[in-house]
């Protein structure tokens, strides 16, 4: 076996390797129910909550929101359930598997997409804790404060890696679920589904489409970290087990806490709150009745958030080491630690105007992750049938060059420019399709764009070039 090819050691506690092979012959890991749990875990938060809650901020009823929340869920979801099912039959972590279908600077280009995503999702996720930090304290504690005190309860899980993070997800979800069953319960008498009078509109339906994206946005998002939480599990997987557990994981508290958030704002003074001080409010408000009980259950709320940044923690540590040899040199936890203080001096100035924070971002996830998958999909399915040359995975002359996969992700993001609808900027087909606000199609465009470029360009590369053969068809 080659000498990148390892076991995943500690050292104190903490996981001394990252990006590093994994021998089947050292797996440990044999609770496969852990790919439901991990991400049940992961989306079983007060994120998920707020990001229904969006909904009502888009002028969007009840059932056109709870449909939005199903369809486009389970679109969001599939590439992050089959990414999964390469951690036990690679033994590599996600980002280094896009090496195989970028090449070594490909590679690099796409870990700084994801780093940045990563940076980002936890920013949005320490904004959240901190605001209901705030809420809970009647003020006392400023929301910089809930900000800061989030990131550090997160770091101490992340730094110590693999075993630790699976070990917290296991259980994390038990209380939350508790939580929000006994909020529905109290809170379900004040909920209004009333359709929205702009379902057959021009303006629902961009409403529809804007929302459908921060909801598919959300669920693949997961997708660029997938394989990282299972690489330590034996090569002979159910590959069919992997997929389903994680499809349901996180299907099925998305789902579930998207549509709670969407019925807490059907309640008009409810909304309202969420609209002008953002998800930490709003849970305030729904748990008022509850006196001192409600208090406490905020304070798990609260916690609840760590569940959900453990993830982008511990991948961005990862993804930073796919940037080359120097920086996988320096321990995965190191850069892990480096992330959380960027993220929270990111965190801290902004945690005003939330709720469109929330929305551009999670648009803006959705459009570079759809053409990077559909890529890697291609790929395996179409170019690889599957079979990757696993030992070649860290060596650049063995890798392809990657060009076709750069150039149709750039093509891609040309679809998404196209179809965007942004505060800022809306794209031309954007605008067609919706009026001056446009009709947000971004990541649809980007998917066509840079699904039909790699299927013509990739094939161009490995007639044309001995490096872009590696590992095609064989194993």
Known sequence: MASDTVAIPEEHGLETHGIERVSPTTRTHVRIFDNFTMWLSANLVLSTVALGALASVLGLGF?????????????????????????????????????????????????????????????????????????????????????????????????????????????AWIPLAIIFVIMFVVSVQRFNLTPSNTTLTLTGLVSFITFGGAVYGFATGWSSYAADYNVNQPENTPSSRVFW????????????????????????????????????????????????????????????????????????????????????????????????????????????????????????????????????????????HGHYNVDDWNTPGRLPIGWAAIVSMAIGLVGVVLGAA??????????????????DVGFELGVIFAAVAYLILRRIEINSSPRGEVGVGGK
Not at 99 to 127: D, H, K, L, Q
Not at 153 to 162: A, K, P, Q
Request: charged residues 5%; glycine residues 12%; aromatic residues 14%.
């Open 245 to 384: 557990l994680t499809f349901l994981g996180i299907f099925i508290p998305c789902v579930l806490l998207e549509t709670l958030g969407l019925l807490f704002t059907t309640n008009a003074p409810w909304g309202k709150v969420y609209a002008a001080d953002g998800g930490g409010a709003l849970m305030s408000a729904v748990v008022q009745p509850l006196g001192g009980f409600g208090t406490l259950i905020l304070v798990l709320l609260a916690l609840s958030v760590i569940a959900n940044n453990i993830p982008n923690d511990y991948s961005l540590g990862l993804s930073v080491q796919v940037f080359g040899k120097t920086f996988q040199r320096v321990p995965r936890w190191v850069w892990t630690l480096i992330g959380a203080v960027i993220y929270v001096a990111i965190a801290i100035p902004n945690s005003a105007n939330f709720a469109r924070t929330l929305e551009g971002f999670l648009l803006l996830i959705a459009y570079w992750l759809g053409p990077w998958a559909i890529i890697l999909i291609l790929e395996h399915f179409v170019f690889r």
């Open 422 to 439: 942004q505060v800022k900027f809306v794209g031309p087909i954007a605008q067609a399709l919706g009026g001056p606000f446009g009709m």
């Open 63 to 171: 059932w056109d929101g709870f449909i939005a929340i199903i369809l486009f869920n389970a679109l969001g979801v599939l590439p992050v359930a089959f990414f999964s099912t390469l951690g036990p039959k690679l033994g590599l972590r996600q980002m280094t598997i896009s090496r195989f279908s970028f090449g070594w600077v490909g590679g690099i280009i796409m870990a700084v997409f994801n780093v940045g995503a990563c940076i980002g999702w936890s920013t949005v996720n320490v904004i959240i804790g901190g605001q209901l930090v705030n809420a809970l304290s009647n003020g006392a504690i400023p929301g910089w404060a809930g900000v800061l005190i989030i990131a550090v309860l997160t770091t101490l899980v992340s730094i110590y890696g693999y075993r630790y993070v699976h070990r917290y997800e296991r259980y």
